[in-house]
């Protein structure tokens, strides 16, 4: 599926940061395929732009609530069990690669029981019983700036796996 985006939405992005940069192109893409990534949808997009989703989600997820948010919401398997964390490392963010792996290992050991319905107290509780993902949490959320400059600089130097301008 061909995004498209304004050059001067792209220029306005990128003044206001690499944050805003990435999200744009997030955004964009999102709102090609419907608002939602599925299976379905997948197919449209490159394989360039499902990495970049990916990441976003990451991004969202475990600055909102960390790792066990991330696999309870559901993602571990998209995130963990595809080629995200050998995708980034292609990318240059060979930092997070290692993080991936390693939150990969922690979502085989717990992944059951961390994707089980339960109340917001039991999902609380979760943050406690499972203190192995606070090391993980916190590595990310100090890569982070880092990791979304290399993203930034990737769909610069790939736009054309990403987007297509229009002027």
Not at 142 to 156: L, Q, R, S
Request: net charge negative; with cysteine; hydrophobic share 40%.
């Amino acid at each position: 599926m061909r995004t498209k985006i304004q050059e001067n939405d792209i220029i306005e992005a990128a003044r206001q940061g690499n944050g805003q940069f990435v999200s744009l192109f997030c955004e964009r893409t999102l709102q090609a395929i419907g608002g939602e990534l599925t299976a379905e949808t997948m197919q449209q997009l490159s394989a360039d732009q499902i990495t970049l989703l990916a990441y976003c989600i990451v991004c969202r997820e475990v600055m909102e609530g960390g790792f066990i948010q991330l696999i309870h919401n559901g993602y571990g398997p998209f995130i963990f069990l595809n080629p995200f964390a050998k995708a980034m490392r292609l990318w240059g963010a060979k930092e997070l690669t290692n993080l991936i792996y390693e939150g990969r290992r922690l979502f085989e050991q717990y992944g059951e029981v961390l994707t089980e319905d339960c109340t917001d107290e039991e999902f609380m509780a979760l943050y406690e019983q499972y203190e192995e993902f606070d090391e993980l949490d916190d590595a990310f959320i100090e890569m982070e700036p880092e990791v979304t400059d290399i993203v930034a600089h990737y769909i610069d130097e790939h736009i054309e796996n990403f987007a297509e301008v229009e002027k």
